[in-house]
Each structure stands twice: as structure tokens, then as C-alpha cells.
């Protein structure tokens, strides 16, 4: 790390502050990997987009990573060019339409520095300040709850967990949440559910809310802790087209099966987060 970035990171712990505003940071994570967590984060935030919400959706599967090729652009600036210092925070920003922006990560770069939890605070610093342009951030994270995505998740305001129905991806769902509990994160909002669910690539409706039956019981019976359904979305041939296409679904087949759940799903989530919003905790934990 270099000595601007040490000096920064210096600065902002002895002020021991952050900034506070009314954007809400949500971690896109799961246990297993290949839930659907990319295919998520960009059409949920598509959807947001289309219902006028400033909308920031990040990389953070850092050196894997795939949103750019979801959408089929060109990454002009990754993630490590400003983590090298060579492009500003703005500089990433890659605006997909008015509302909808993007910050895109790098795929297998050979000099993509190692990434640690000062480097992830230090983009959390910078973050701050770009989010007053936001209604919501979406990180795409990595899949798992290694020690970058525990503190990225700590940075958050809540947590959108995505799981699919197989027992598999619900136990690693739940070693997730269990793992975010024990880390005892303070999230800021108090009075509301941190830990939001959506079931994806489900056979129908029932087995999704079965799946979600199923780690709720679990969750409140080992962890003592209430999660919340956003919602089911269906395995659907024209999801998958939509990927293979490098379309996306809620633009490209805004009527197909999985497009109107995730259609649903966005009003559901902007009910949560008007809750957020008028939580009387929202000044007393300053977080981003
Ligand atoms: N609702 C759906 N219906 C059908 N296929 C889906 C659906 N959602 C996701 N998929 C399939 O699952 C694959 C993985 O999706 P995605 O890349 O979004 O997962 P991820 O959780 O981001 O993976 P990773 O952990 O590798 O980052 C997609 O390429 C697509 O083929
Ligand atoms: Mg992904």
C-alpha cells in the first residue's frame, strides 16, 4: 500500500468519523457461489433505475469479475486503477444509463494488487463521498465470507442474500449468516431486518418459500435472529438466454417469468427501504 493511501487511512482514523446521509448500501453475498448474486444486483438495480433511483452497482468479486461481460461492455477503468492511484474515484464510474452507474472489476489481471481490508476501507472513504449521488449502492460481492467480504458486509447496510433452493446452498446461506452474527456487525439501521432473502433459480413459488422456510427456521432457532423473504424467482430458460445473450432480462424480456418477479421483488425492496429511511436510528449510527 502506498504512503497517500496509509496517510488517508491515518487521517480518517484519528477524526474517527464517517459521513451520514440517506443512501443505503446493500452487500449482494451468498454462501455458495453461482446463486445468481450478478444476474440479481444488475436487474434489480435496472429495475430501481426504470422507477427513477439513482442506482451504483460495484464489482467486488474484484479480479473474477463478470458484470461488464452481463452487459456486454468494455471495461475502460477497473477496479485496480484506482487502487493503483491512476484513475480517481469518478474516473470508474461507468453510467450504463442516466440512472443506472457501474463500477466494473478486473478478470485475472496479472498486477491486481492483494486485496486487504485497508484497501477495502480506503474505497469506502472515497464511496462516502460519491454516494450522496445515490438512492442505493448494490455491491456485488464474492461468494463465501472471507475476511474482505466480512469487512465489506460491516461497511454495509444490509445484506441481500442470495441462495437457491438446494440444501447445499441453504446450509452455506445460513454459515453466512451465521458468520455475520458472530461477527457481531453493528449494522445502522437498528430497527429493521439486516438480513434479506431472495430464492433464486426455483422450481416454482412453493419450493422457494420452502427453501426459505427452512433456513428462517434455522436461523432464528441456532442464531436467534428474524431474516426476511424479498422474494422467489423461478428458474427460467429466458434468464438464462438473457446471460448467454449478454442482455439483460428486466431491459431485453421485460415480460418473461423471472422479469416480473424481479419486478415485484424491486417494489418490495423499496418498501424496506423506506423503512430504512424513516428509522429514527438513521442519525445515531453513522455509518456511510
Ligand atoms: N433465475 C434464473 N434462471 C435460470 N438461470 C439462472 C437464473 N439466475 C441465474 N441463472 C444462471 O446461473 C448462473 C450464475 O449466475 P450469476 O453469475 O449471477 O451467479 P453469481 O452468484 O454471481 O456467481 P459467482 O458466485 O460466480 O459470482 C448464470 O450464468 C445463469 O446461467
Ligand atoms: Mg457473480
Do not use: W
Not at 444486483?41 to 474484484?62: C, E, G, P, Q, T
Not at 429466458?238 to 448467454?244: D, G, L, M, V
Not at 417469468?257 to 442519525?283: G, K, T, V
Amino acid at each position: 500500500m502506498n504512503d497517500q493511501i496509509k496517510r488517508l487511512l491515518e487521517l480518517r482514523r484519528l477524526q474517527n468519523k464517517r459521513e451520514t446521509n440517506s443512501t443505503l448500501v446493500v452487500s449482494v453475498c451468498s454462501g455458495k457461489g453461482g446463486t445468481g448474486k450478478s444476474f440479481v444486483s444488475l436487474n434489480l438495480a435496472y429495475k430501481l433505475s426504470r422507477l427513477n433511483k439513482k442506482v451504483l452497482v460495484i464489482d467486488f468479486d474484484f479480479n473474477l469479475s463478470n458484470l461488464h461481460l452481463l452487459l456486454n461492455e468494455t471495461v475502460k477503468e477497473p477496479l485496480s486503477n484506482f487502487f493503483h492511484q491512476k484513475v480517481t474515484f469518478d474516473e470508474l464510474i461507468f453510467r450504463y444509463n442516466e440512472n443506472m452507474h457501474l463500477i466494473f472489476g478486473d478478470s485475472g489481471s496479472n498486477d491486481f494488487p492483494k486485496i486487504t481490508n485497508d484497501l477495502i476501507e480506503y474505497f469506502f472513504i472515497h464511496l462516502e463521498k460519491a454516494s450522496r449521488n445515490y438512492d442505493f449502492i448494490f455491491i456485488d460481492s464474492s461468494a463465501g465470507a472471507d475476511s474482505n467480504t466480512m469487512y465489506q458486509i460491516s461497511r454495509s447496510d444490509l445484506n441481500l442474500i442470495v441462495a437457491s433452493p438446494e440444501p447445499t446452498a441453504i446450509m452455506d446461506a445460513y454459515v453466512l449468516i451465521k458468520m455475520i452474527t458472530e461477527h457481531g456487525i453493528e449494522k445502522r439501521f437498528m430497527n429493521m431486518p439486516q438480513d434479506i432473502v431472495i430464492i433464486n433459480k426455483a422450481e416454482d413459488k412453493e419450493e422457494g418459500e420452502q427453501a426459505f422456510q427452512n433456513l428462517s427456521t434455522a436461523v432464528r432457532h441456532f442464531l436467534k435472529k428474524e431474516i426476511v423473504l424479498l422474494g422467489v424467482i423461478g428458474h427460467d430458460r429466458t434468464a438464462y438466454k438473457s446471460i448467454t445473450n449478454q442482455e439483460l432480462l428486466l431491459e431485453h424480456y421485460p415480460n418473461s417469468m423471472a422479469a416480473l418477479q424481479i419486478d415485484d421483488l424491486a417494489h418490495r425492496f423499496l418498501n424496506i427501504a423506506q423503512m430504512a429511511n424513516n428509522s429514527q436510528l438513521l442519525s445515531q449510527k453513522p455509518s456511510l
